[in-house]
Structures are given as C-alpha cells and as structure tokens.
C-alpha cells in the first residue's frame, strides 16, 4: 500500500500524531507552505480513537483541509506497550517443542536486583496450562531431528478452542535455521481454528537465543488480537473523516510502516512515540547545528531519554518492555517513571518519594480538577508558580492553584514539618534527580563526554525541569523545539518507511563462511526490496544498509560492525573493522582469537519527502513578547517577580535574561537565574547554562 495520496490543486498536508498516557498531540505540516501547526488534546484511554478524532477534526476544521489534501498521516502509539504494562492483553498460548514449555517461565539466570526481596518476576504472557509442547526437532543446523507430529497438533487445536484463547505464539527449537514445521503448526492450527491470531517466532525474530526469541514471540501474540482492534478502528475513524490514505505508524526503530506490518508484528510498536520524538530530534539537531544531543522528553507519565551521537540516535536490539524481554531492532530509548502525572508520596519510612505511579490522564494532577487526589510533580509547579496558575493549552484547561495548594500543605508539607514551598520544591528535586540518573545512564555510563552535549528537552514537561537538569548534570546548553510537548507528532513526520531484516548464521569468519554471509546478504536484500514494494515505496527511494554482529569465539555477546551501505568488504578488513570496534566496546581486542558471525540485519529504507524547516520572523521586541509578570519560586532567590513570555512573539536572536518563564500551547520552559535564553532562525529555543 502507498503512504501517499495524491491531492487536487495546489494544498497537501501531512499529519503526524502521538497518542500518550496523559495528552494525544498532533503536528501539521503544510506542504505547499512549510508552515507548521501544533495541537494537543488530554488522551481518552478507554477508546485512544475518540482524542485522535477530536484533535483531527479540529484541524481539519481551523485549516480548512478537505480529506484529499491529507496526503500523509503519521501515527505513533504506546497502546501496546500500556496494554502490557496493565495486563490488558488477549488470552495466549504457546505451542512449542516438547520439554521446552517452560522455558518462558525459567528465563535467564540473571538477577539484577539480587538482595531485593520486593522484585517479582512477571507472570509469564502465556500461563502454563496454555503451553503445549509438540513432537518435532530441528538441529542447530537446520536438519529434522524428529519430524513434525501433525495429530499431536491436531490434538492441541482441540484443546486450544476448548480453552477458548485469542492467540497462540508458535516457537520452535532453531526455526531460525528451518522454519518448516512452524509454518506446517501455523497451517495446521488456522485450519482448525479460523479467526485466532498466530505469532510464528521465525516470522517475527528469526534469530538463536530461545528464551529472547520466545518471549518476544509471546508478547506479540499478547498484544496482537486487541491492537489488531485498535487498528481497525483507526483506519475506520481516519477513513470517516473523508481522508483517502491509510495511516501510517512508527515503529520501534523509528521508522514508519503500514497497517498490514502492524497487525502481523504489533511487538515493534513498543516505543513508537518516544523512538520518533529522537529521530526528531536528530534531524532538528542537524539544522541547529548540534550534532550531539542527549534527548529528555518528559511526558505526562514517563520521561524518555536517549543519545544521539554525530547526528546518528543510537539503536538497541534489546530490551525490556514492562520486564518482559523484546529483542527487535529499535531506539535506544531509556525509560523511567517520572513525568508530570508522577504521584508524591511519603513512604512508610517517612521518605519523599515521587512516581513510578501516575495519576495519568483521568484522573490527572489535582490541579486540573478532573477528579485526581493525589498531589503530583505537576501540582508541585504549579504552587511553585512555574506553571500557569490560570489556565494551560492557551486557555483551553483551567487550572485550579488553590486545590494543589491545599493538597500539598495536606498530605507533603503539612507531615514532614515544612513550608508548602519547600515540599513543592523537593518534589521537583527528587523527581530531577532520578532524571539525572537516567541522562547518565545513556552517556557518562557508556564512555561519552557529556560536557560535549546539548540536552534537547520536549515533551510537555522538558522544560520545565531541563534547566535544573543540565546543571546538575554539567550540561552546558539546552535546544528546546518550538512546541515541545508536540516533538513526537513532529518526528513522525520526518520518519521515513522502514523495517529490520536479520539473519541468524553462526559462521567462521573465514572464506567459507564469507561466502555464507555474502548469499544471505543477498536474499536479505531480496526480502527488503520486496517489502518496500508491498508498502508501495518507489524505487528510486529506497535504500538498504547492513550490519553484522559478530564476536570472538567463546564470547556471549555480539557487537555491531556496520557495512558501506550494501558493499560487502573483503574479509580482512571486516576483521579489522570488528577488531577496532571491540576495542571501542570494551578497550582492547583479542587478535589470537577466531571471529564468529553471528547475525546480519538488512535494514530498508523508503524515503519520505521532508518539506525544509521553514524561518520564522519572530516578534518586533522582547517587551512585546512579555504576557505578564508572577512571582515564581527559585531555589536560591524563593520567590521572585518573574517575567512570563510567549514564545512566537519572541525576536529572533534577542537575549532573554533568566529568570523568565516561556509559555506556548503545549509547553513551558524556564530559565533560571543567571541562564540566557534566544530563539534561532527555525524557532528553536536555545538556552546557555553557562554565562
């Protein structure tokens, strides 16, 4: 399917959209123009598609866009990472080969927490009566061992519609080197059981490792047959509206894939939003100027952060969603649970504690009135005057200061003895410091010089706390976007088409096994040439890149080592090229030592056209940019009368001396005592830490 649909006359629009846990946020792009437009509205969690609605229609509405002129529409979502994370997933089995069912529930010997007896392990996706184990056996190599029983398939068909379940993963011993008999049990059990959702582990991850590949497989399965509904009902809710082109959704790696790709593979949704956000990010890098940035976006339930490094996001073929294992190729994204929704608490030792638990969407903070109870990271600025203390999203949520007042003097201030500005303000430093440690972890943790970086913050809640942040980090300088709370709708619109293609081959690196890698090289390719075709991508855009992981033999892990785009080096200099990236991995090289291959991943690419970032003209001067003055609480200076800007009436390159705090629709951003904040010529707001 195209992406793409061609408009009458002069006016095409593309649209990108987020749907978070507390706001749906939109991006227009007008291409005839350049312009951008922003728009937010609070997230409906019972039925995503009323707020992706609500915020279409309004735009539709304000621009006068009729459906043809919507050419693009981008989409980016945590629903199947939030079905996960609540247990809202379908009922799954796993069929796989005897003696081997439990491997979901056995895992890794890993303990990374020990000495801590209050982490629980998850209960596995698939529960234990609904895992089935078949007669069938295939070796490393890929010969049958012992073929494959069909009537014990048969027999577990009957078992499985009896159980009543929604979807079954299928994941056998080294299908990655023969698929065969998964493909034969997927036959099989949609025969005999029409309509239910099948996860193949060789269709989704085909790669060594059974208890990654198998988790994966299941969690697929998990989320597939309720994101399957969701879907559906984007595309009917998008088609409703009169708009002619399907969506299109980002996936983990950041780029964009069609509706047919998600329903087979919802799993590589998991960070769609915050894998865009970054890929934003780079590309606003490249045009500031900024080729090194440590993204930081703070949303309404969490704050994602990651690294972008000589204008390339860094990329990760595993991790944990809601602790369970994914391995898909994705953005290097580090997760916690710290956004504005975060819920302070004294804990039973009577600590101050904020977050991992949020008040989300609904209920919300308390001062927006929406039912919430429970003071939140975002009531803490808004006592503390950060925040507007009338009204948000230009004037289209109230917000109630005496409520947040009342709830922090209650149940923060109030029990540990302090003023209800200094619990509004330990709030933010606690919430800040477990924020730092997420930056480290992404940068000083992995050998990078974080004094080189420039902290790029959106989200509706970066700028609020990046000043703070970046000083207590030794970050020098901010790049915050026009609109930040918008920065992933935005990043779906510079996404490009694009999918991961890997290979498991367990080869010396040796001519024999070259000549292994350049064969699968080229049925890879076969595999991502076809897959752009299906998403109707022209050729002249597309473009292919490999990677092969490699390690030394005996080794448990492998390392990267990226190709010339699809040019397959000579032997040699590939060991080399492995050699120097071992030593930047780990700090030395063990040239004595075979090199095994590992894997090979193709990645395909369909370019998607990018209109260039428009200028803006900015305002006339700095005084008529000011909306009002308040008094603003600071740590060093308590409270202190502060001038309150609109960010669009801002002069381009005019100094704007902290403190100030810069209000826009879907963000504020403070500077502090002692900062300089200007706008550039694309909007964006820089802010230097350092005077």
């Not at 949303?299 to 991790?319: E, H, I, K, M, N």
């Not at 080096?569 to 492995?578: R, S, V, Y």
Request: proline residues 5%; charged residues 20%; negative net charge.
């Amino acid at each position: 399917m195209t992406h793409t649909a061609t408009a009458p006359g002069g006016r095409r629009f593309r649209v990108g959209f987020d749907v978070g846990g507390t706001f749906t946020d939109f991006t227009l792009l007008a291409e005839h123009t350049g312009e951008l437009h922003y728009f937010k509205v609070p997230s409906t969690p019972h039925d995503p598609s009323e707020a992706i609605q609500a915020g279409l229609a309004h735009l539709m509405r304000e621009h006068a866009i009729d459906g043809s002129e919507l050419v693009h529409v981008g989409h980016g979502t945590t629903v199947a990472t939030n079905m996960v994370i609540e247990r809202r997933g379908s009922r799954t089995a796993l069929v796989t080969t005897r003696g081997f069912r439990d491997v979901l529930e056995i895992g890794r010997q890993t303990r990374p927490h020990l000495y801590d007896y209050n982490v629980v392990k998850p209960e596995p996706l698939a529960p234990r009566e609904w895992r089935f184990e078949i007669t069938e056996r295939i070796a490393a190599d890929g010969s049958v061992l012992q073929p494959l029983d069909e009537d014990e398939v048969v027999a577990v068909a009957r078992e499985l519609a009896a159980a009543r379940v929604e979807s079954v993963s299928i994941c056998f011993m080294h299908s990655y080197r023969n698929n065969a008999h998964e493909r034969r049990t997927r036959d099989i059990l949609a025969e005999h059981l029409p309509g239910i959702y099948l996860s193949v582990s060789s269709e989704i991850l085909p790669e060594f490792r059974e208890y990654e590949r198998m988790s994966t497989t299941a969690l697929n399965a998990y989320v597939g047959p309720r994101m399957a509904a969701y879907m559906r009902n984007l595309v009917n809710s998008v088609k409703d509206m009169g708009v002619a082109t399907q969506p299109a959704t980002v996936h983990s790696n950041g780029g964009l894939m069609s509706v047919e790709s998600v329903l087979s593979a919802p799993v590589r949704t998991c960070v769609s939003g915050p894998a865009a956000g970054v890929i934003g990010a780079a590309e606003l890098g490249r045009a500031a100027g900024f080729p090194n940035l440590i993204t930081f976006d703070v949303g309404g339930t969490s704050t994602d952060v990651s690294l972008v490094a000589a204008l390339q996001p860094l990329f990760t073929s595993s991790r944990l969603v809601a602790d369970y294992p994914v391995k898909t190729q994705m953005v290097d994204v580090h997760v916690i649970g710290a956004g504005g929704g975060s819920i302070a608490r004294i804990d039973d030792a009577g600590a101050l504690k904020v977050g991992p638990q949020s008040a989300g969407a609904v209920p919300g903070p308390i001062a927006y009135d929406r039912g919430g109870a429970q003071v939140t990271l975002t009531d803490a600025h808004v006592v503390l005057g950060r925040l507007n203390p009338v009204a948000l999203l230009e004037g289209r949520m109230a917000v109630h200061a005496e409520r947040a007042r009342a709830a922090m003097q209650a149940q923060i201030a109030g029990p540990l003895g302090l003023s209800i500005e200094e619990a509004a303000f330990g709030i933010l430093r606690i919430a800040n410091s477990n924020m730092a440690r997420a930056v480290r972890a992404v940068s000083t943790e992995r050998g990078h010089d974080i004094r080189k970086f420039v902290l790029c913050a959106f989200g509706g809640a970066g700028g609020l706390h990046a000043a703070e942040l970046a000083s207590d980090c030794g970050i020098g300088a901010l790049l915050i976007p026009q609109e930040p709370g918008t920065m992933c709708a935005r990043g779906i619109l510079l996404s490009d088409i694009s999918m991961d293609f890997v290979q498991t081959l367990m080869a010396h690196a040796k001519p024999a096994g070259w000549a292994v890698v350049r064969k699968t090289l080229g049925s890879l390719a076969d595999k991502a040439r076809a897959w752009l075709d299906s998403e109707g991508v022209a050729e002249s855009a597309q473009r292919l890149s490999a990677v092969i992981d490699a390690r030394y033999q005996g080794q448990n892990f492998e390392i990267p080592v990226p190709l010339d785009g699809m040019r397959l080096m000579a032997l040699d200099d590939f060991i080399a090229a492995f050699s120097a990236a071992h030593v930047r991995e780990y700090g030395y090289d063990a040239a004595d030592r075979a090199v095994e291959i590992v894997n090979l991943r193709v990645r395909a690419v369909g370019l998607v056209p990018r209109a260039p970032l428009a200028r803006v003209a900015g305002g006339a001067s700095l005084s008529d940019a000011v909306k009002e003055r308040r008094k603003v609480y600071f740590e060093a200076a308590g409270w202190t009368d502060t001038p309150v800007y609109r960010r669009a009436h801002l002069p381009v390159d005019a100094p704007v001396d902290g403190p100030a705090v810069i209000e826009e629709m879907s963000s504020t951003t403070v500077v502090l005592p002692g900062q300089q904040a200007r706008v550039d010529q694309y909007g964006n707001l820089i802010v230097n830490l350092n005077l």
